[in-house]
């Protein structure tokens, strides 16, 4: 499989539970990227890792827990959202090394909490 | 910090006719500008984009502008095809900085 894959494509969750996003790259890339797309607004960045240390995080509350053990693989941990967290989360990634940043994105996973 | 406005929000284009898509940047420090496409269901798809070393870059039916004095760029698309409609965003970041700032994306309709 190429390119940059998201599980689930779809998530429903209450506002007690806890669930986790899934993101996996396979274009060698060595940073990794979550975003929130809501609708009639700009892709807001979440969390940003490079060479699999977070390096940037833009004041997200702390119901959103990233983790990235290695350079293929990122995760967004949720618990205890509210229903304004419902968006479209989308992963990208990137390689730092290039004299770019040229970001390739996933399919995303729309979450709806109830 | 950079801030990326974006018009218009929609566009409607008759197949075959050109769509251009204007963004405007805040930080004069900003020297890379990427455009996504994005169709429903799907996550955005980089299709071209520009440094500040070049004022024009085309690849096939699009092209993209960049006016680093007015700070202003914009992608154009000739010969629309019913396959183009989708939401276009564009971004801007300074090279040393990772993150790109969004603009808040176009809806564009090619009517058949």
């Known amino acids: 499989e190429t390119g940059v894959t998201q599980t689930p494509r779809h998530l429903v969750m209450g506002m007690t539970n806890k669930k986790s996003l899934k993101c996996e790259q396979h274009l060698g890339h060595n940073a990794m990227y979550w975003y929130k797309q809501s609708a009639k607004k700009p892709l807001e960045l979440m969390f940003v890792?490079?060479?699999?240390?977070?390096?940037e995080n833009n004041s997200v509350p702390s119901r959103f827990s990233p983790e990235c053990p290695n350079s293929s693989h990122l995760f967004l941990h949720l618990h205890t959202l509210q229903p304004e967290d419902s968006a479209l989360y989308l992963c990208?990634?990137?390689?730092?090394?290039?004299?770019?940043?040229?970001?390739?994105f996933g399919p995303g996973t729309r979450l709806t909490v109830t | 910090g950079e801030n990326v406005e974006q018009h218009p929000s929609t566009l409607s284009v008759q197949e075959g006719d050109s769509a251009v898509i204007k963004c405007t940047y805040s930080?004069?420090?900003?020297?890379?500008f990427p455009w996504y496409k994005q169709e429903l269901g799907k996550g955005p798809q980089l299709i071209i984009d520009?440094?500040?070393?070049?004022g024009e870059k085309k690849d096939q039916r699009i092209a993209v502008t960049l006016n680093k004095t007015a700070k202003h760029f914009s992608l154009h698309i000739t010969e629309t095809q019913p396959e183009d409609s989708a939401v276009y965003f564009c971004?801007?970041?300074?090279?040393?900085?990772?993150?790109?700032?969004f603009g808040s994306g176009t809806q564009l309709t090619v009517l058949p």
């Open positions: 990208a990634s990137s390689h730092e090394m290039m004299s770019s940043y040229e970001q390739y």
């Open positions: 890792y490079s060479l699999e240390e977070r390096v």
């Open positions: 971004a801007a970041n300074p090279f040393s900085a990772r993150q790109l700032t």
């Open positions: 930080d004069s420090a900003s020297n890379y």
């Open positions: 520009i440094r500040s070393n070049v």
